[in-house]
Structure formats: structure tokens, C-alpha cells
């Protein structure tokens, strides 16, 4: 009996399955979505995901072609992995996937998606973003910037010269030196002396972390209130403790005298929030939080890791290492330490710079897309809150549009028309379109200002006869899964300079 009951619940389960199968087959090709795989009833090709979703999704276009689907969960993916269908959706149809799939991480993380980054486009977004270059890309913040940065800087090449011929941990120096002069810039020095930078370096870290996770609740919201995986309850905790520290700073600093001359970002947008503006949307409380998250997760994490994956890489090519310090040399020269108006003379680092983004782009499937309206995209149906991703790190590795893709070489950059201002979608690592990275100016002054003083100020080696490990390890930002520890040597004539 027990036997006759089993057969017959395994043939239910076959007899339902086959017809979720069909009902979902017939969905697909009504709507004639991109070719992809089936997957499992309820739950899509969720349980298959690979943790290195870049290169997942990369062999999966080698089965399925440069623009495929996938069901994940009640979700319908699509991921696009060449230039001429990331034209389509991120130029031709960009108004239509001008919005972002937000994710639970977003929602608690960013006060609700109240930031540049997750907020859907409209009068809310363009105000934010205008917000941001108007006060921080121009006028009396840029010399403060300057100032900050400078300094920042030379504490750090101090730190690693106290460390000279002791193993140093790139990545950390670097983003601590960020992390101080975001925080300077957001809230001024006295500020910074009381924040616990280690438990900020941690808060950045783990929010990085959950940003690229697959997380079900996403994409099964009938479960999101089981928190399966404790992301939205871990969120919530360290959301907290750092939006309690956002409203002490801003408290003290709203309880200061009237004239308060202070220079910060901090300051300046409670200023514009005070004085109304002139935008007919409002720059509110939650907005002036979710501007300082964006700075502090969007300008530490990304710069850190890019910066240590230049350094891997010209140590795993010494001749790339001995031509930008050779450049530097000319330029710069060994008396002297490199100031931001060197860089533009020195076109070999941004070169550099520029194949440290194609190999390992920062973002590696940028921000995810989420059409307003169901479109239509190279012949197949994009339903309407569709989860778009574009797999930019896979472009920059097509072998029909780069030689040699796998080879870190700079030179394909001296003297060429690539750029990244998002209008070549051969290579875009800061996105395109009105969601195209705000803060590129920023990100690129730090970058080099940051290469360019460690491979100037010092030299870099591993044990010998190793190579520095350059595996990636997938999340919202690309990261190398070893961190890479090397021993510096000081390169300067005069050591006061360290000092």
C-alpha cells in the first residue's frame, strides 16, 4: 500500500510539473522571449546560478547567443553580452530601461532607493544627480576635493614608507586612504576622528558583498518574509547602527550656529536644503542620507579594488611597470611626488588605467536594467519589469572585437579612440545612457593619483619567481579573490619626501 501511494505521488508530481512546463513554454513563446534554459518549476534556473555570475553568463551566451533568457524564480532575466544589442537597450531604447531593478540590499540599504543609484528616473533622480555635480564637481568643493585628496595621499605613502621591506596588503592601504578622503570630503576632519574607520571599512565590505548576491527573496517574493538567507535581516543591523552615526553627524552638526563656514559636502547640501533650491523637488532628510551612502559605497570598494588589480597586473608584466615608471620619471621626477597636474601629461598610466577596466571592469554586469514598458529587442519580447543585466565584462573580453583579450596590454589604448564616455559599446566599464556612472571624473583623479604614487614612490615585488594571483571573485564589485600583499622598496632620491 505504501508503495501504490508513493507511485502515485510521483506521478502527480510528474503530471504537475510537465504542466508548469508546458504553461511556462507556451508563455515563452507567446511572448517570443530570448532563447535560454528552462529550468525547474518555481524556482527557474535560480538553483544552477554560479557564485561568478560574469563568467557564468558568459559560457551560457557561448550556448544560447548574444542576447538570452533565463527564468529566475516569478522573474524573467535577460542578459545581453554584445555591443550592438547593449546599443538597443542602453542608446536607442534607453528611456524604456532607464530604471533599475531594485533589490531588497537596495531597498534597505539605500533609505528606500531614495539615492542616485536605485531611484527609478523622474524629476526625484535628475534632482539628486544634479545635486551631486553642481555642489561637488564644481565650484569652491573642487579646491577642498584637491586639498583632501593631497593629503590623504601622502599619509598613505608615509604608512607603506614606515613598512618598507615588510609584506603590505595593497588593497587595504588603498581603500582606507579612499574611505578617509570620502569621509573628510562628506563630513570634515573633526567628524572623521570619530568614526570607527575599521567598522566602516567592514559596513562597506559587507554591503559590497550583499549587493552581489543572489538573493531568493528577490525573486521569490511569496518567500521574502522567511528571509531564507538573513541578507534583509543583516542589512537591517548594520543599517542601524550607520544611520544612527549619520544622524548624530548631522544633528551636531544642524546644532552649530547659523554661520557655520564649514566646507564639507555635509554642509553644503544642509545649506541647499535649508535655502529650498530652486528644483521643484525637494531635497529631503532621507535624500541627503541616501547621497552620503552612495558616496561611501560607490567611491571606496570600486576604486580600491581597481587600483589593486592595476598594481597585479604590471607586476605579473615588469616591462608595463618599468615604461610608467620610466614616464613618471620624466614627468615627475624622482625629487618629487606626483601632483594632480602631472596627470595629464602622462598618457602610458591612463592607458593603464583604461586596460585595468576593460580586464576587470569595475561593475562587471553594470547596474541591472528594468524596462517601464514590455519592448522589443533584437527581434525577441523584454517584458515590462524584466531584470536586464548587461555583461559588460564579457564585451571587453570578445575576442572579434579585441586582439588578444585575455593579455593586459596598455598600448592598445595610446593613441586610440577608445574612451568611456558610454557612446562606444565596445567598452563602456561606466555604463551608458542616463544611468551612466556620476562620479567618473572623481573615480578617475583617484585612480591615478593613487597608481601613480605607489608605482612612483616605491618599488613592488612578491617572493621570487611567483605571480600574483589575478583570479576575480564576482559580486556588485569585481574583486581578486587573494589579496595582493607585496613588499615595497622605497624608489625616491630624497627620503623627506615620505615624511
Not at 153 to 176: A, C, G, H
Not at 396 to 406: A, G, K, V
Request: aromatic share 10%.
Amino acid at each position: 500500500m505504501a508503495l501504490l501511494t508513493s507511485l502515485i505521488s510521483i506521478l502527480i508530481l510528474i503530471w504537475f510539473t510537465s504542466l508548469l512546463l508546458k504553461k511556462f513554454s507556451k508563455k515563452a513563446q507567446a511572448l517570443l522571449l530570448p532563447p535560454g534554459p528552462m529550468g525547474l518549476p518555481l524556482f527557474g534556473s535560480l538553483p544552477f546560478l554560479h557564485p561568478e555570475l560574469h563568467s557564468y553568463f558568459t559560457d551560457l551566451a557561448k550556448t544560447y547567443g548574444p542576447i538570452f533568457s533565463l527564468r529566475l524564480g516569478k522573474k524573467i532575466a535577460i542578459v545581453i553580452s554584445t555591443p550592438s544589442v547593449a546599443r538597443e537597450v542602453l542608446k536607442d531604447k534607453d528611456i524604456i530601461f532607464a530604471n533599475r531593478d531594485i533589490t531588497i540590499v537596495g531597498k534597505v540599504g539605500f533609505y528606500g532607493g531614495s539615492d542616485i543609484l536605485w531611484s527609478p528616473s523622474g524629476p526625484e533622480w535628475r534632482m539628486l544627480r544634479k545635486v551631486f555635480t553642481r555642489e561637488l564637481l564644481n565650484g569652491p568643493m573642487v579646491d577642498f576635493v584637491y586639498e583632501i585628496r593631497k593629503r590623504e595621499i601622502q599619509k598613505m605613502v608615509n604608512n607603506i614608507w614606515v613598512q618598507r621591506m615588510l609584506s603590505v596588503d595593497v588593497e587595504e592601504e588603498v581603500f582606507m586612504t579612499v574611505l578617509n578622503a570620502i569621509s573628510t570630503i562628506l563630513w570634515g576632519d573633526e567628524m572623521t576622528k570619530r568614526s570607527l574607520r575599521t567598522e566602516f571599512r567592514l559596513f562597506v565590505k559587507d554591503v559590497t558583498t550583499m549587493m552581489g548576491k543572489t538573493n531568493i527573496s528577490d525573486f521569490i517574493p511569496s518567500l521574502a518574509i522567511f528571509d531564507l538567507q538573513g541578507i534583509e535581516k543583516k542589512m537591517k543591523r548594520l543599517m542601524k547602527r550607520f544611520d544612527n552615526f549619520f544622524e548624530l553627524v548631522i544633528d551636531e552638526r544642524t546644532r552649530e550656529d547659523d554661520n557655520n563656514e564649514k566646507k564639507d559636502f555635509l554642509q553644503v547640501l544642509l545649506n541647499l536644503r535649508k535655502g529650498g533650491g530652486n528644483d521643484k523637488t525637494p531635497l529631503t532628510m532621507t535624500h541627503l542620507k541616501a547621497i552620503l551612502m552612495d558616496m561611501i559605497i560607490g567611491g571606496t570598494d570600486s576604486t580600491s579594488h581597481m587600483v589593486e588589480f592595476a598594481m597585479a597586473e604590471m607586476m605579473n608584466n615588469p616591462h608595463v611597470m618599468k615604461k610608467a615608471q620610466t614616464e613618471l620619471e620624466v614627468v615627475v621626477g624622482t625629487n618629487n611626488m606626483v601632483e594632480e597636474s602631472h596627470l595629464r601629461k602622462l598618457p602610458y598610466l591612463y592607458a593603464i588605467m583604461k586596460e585595468t577596466l576593460r580586464l576587470h571592469p569595475g561593475v562587471p554586469l553594470l547596474g541591472t536594467r528594468c524596462p517601464t514598458e514590455s519592448s522589443t529587442i533584437c527581434g525577441y519580447t523584454i517584458p515590462k519589469g524584466s531584470c536586464v543585466f548587461i555583461n559588460v565584462w564579457a564585451i571587453h573580453r570578445d575576442p572579434s572585437i579585441w586582439e588578444d583579450p585575455l593579455m593586459f596590454d596598455p598600448e592598445r589604448f595610446m593613441n586610440s579612440k577608445w574612451d568611456y564616455t558610454g557612446n562606444d559599446f565596445n567598452y563602456f566599464p561606466f555604463g551608458s545612457g542616463r544611468r551612466i556612472c556620476v562620479a567618473i571624473q572623481l573615480a578617475e583623479i583617484m585612480f591615478l593619483l593613487l597608481l601613480a604614487s605607489l608605482i612612483h614612490s616605491f618599488e613592488w615585488k612578491v617572493s621570487q619567481g611567483e605571480k600574483v594571483d589575478l583570479e576575480e571573485k564576482f559580486g556588485f564589485v569585481l574583486k581578486n579573490k587573494k589579496s595582493l600583499v607585496a613588499i615595497p622598496t622605497p624608489r625616491l632620491s630624497n627620503p623627506n619626501l615620505y615624511k
